[in-house]
């Protein structure tokens, strides 16, 4: 009986598509069930045929279709990094994390595009989420090594001054969405970069993941006990 229910559902909506073809059973009475099963469902398979026969594409395509839930849609969110994500985004908190973080955007990169310094705001945030950098973004901004910065503003000998106050606007939003947890899906796990202009010896054994603006991003290669 429960089989008979679930396909009697559908075929009820057709045949009124279809502009009022009936279909008519009786539940046997015999003792071999499965017997009086395959009699009648052989009767209303071909009787959906011939419902669905005199459908058109659009009906069965409405048919077919499950509808939609609430609030979702199809695909994935994108992300745009343009003037009106920015301009949607709330003033962020002032904190030490988001200093450092629009500090090395601003004197790396105002220069870029939103997305541009999103990528920036990437890479240091994979570093901090990695075991081979340090774990907060104020350190991995200000770590040396190698005789140098890794980001070169902090060791020029020049006063960090922020003369340009809209870009720092700028740079400090781009930070706070990131530290909020803005998705990372601009350099595919990158933790280092470079501007064409340098040829830095590890750019040629790391996987180059993305260019963008005047940035090349680069993911270092993974360590195994095999190589």
């Not at 398979?45 to 058109?56: D, H, I, K, P, Y």
């Not at 994390?97 to 997305?115: M, P, T, V």
């Amino acid at each position: 009986m429960t089989v008979l229910m679930r396909w009697a559902a559908p075929v009820v909506l057709l045949f009124g598509l279809a502009g009022g073809v009936q279909a008519e059973m009786t539940v046997s009475q015999s003792n071999d069930p499965d017997g009086s099963i395959d009699v009648h469902m052989t009767a209303l398979l071909g009787q959906e045929r011939a419902a669905l026969s005199t459908l058109t594409s659009s009906d069965v395509a409405a048919i077919a279709t499950a509808p939609m839930k609430p609030g979702k849609s199809k695909g994935k969110a994108v992300m745009s990094y343009d003037g009106t994500w920015l301009a949607a985004l709330p003033r962020p908190e002032s904190s030490d994390e988001l200093d450092c973080l629009a500090q090395a955007l601003y004197f790396e990169a105002r220069g870029e595009s939103i997305k541009g310094q999103a990528a920036v705001a990437e890479v240091i945030l994979n570093r901090v989420d990695s075991p081979s950098f340090p774990k907060t973004v104020c350190a991995v901004v200000n770590q040396g090594g190698n005789g140098g910065c890794q980001f070169s503003y902090t060791c020029d000998g020049r006063a960090e001054v922020v003369a340009e106050p809209e870009a720092w606007k700028r740079s400090a939003k781009i930070a706070g969405a990131m530290l909020d947890g803005a998705p990372r899906i601009l350099t595919e796990g990158a933790t280092y970069f470079h501007t064409p202009q340098v040829s830095p010896s590890w750019s040629k054994r790391f996987e180059l993941t993305a260019t963008i603006g005047a940035h090349l991003f680069y993911r270092a290669p993974i360590v195994t006990a095999l190589n």
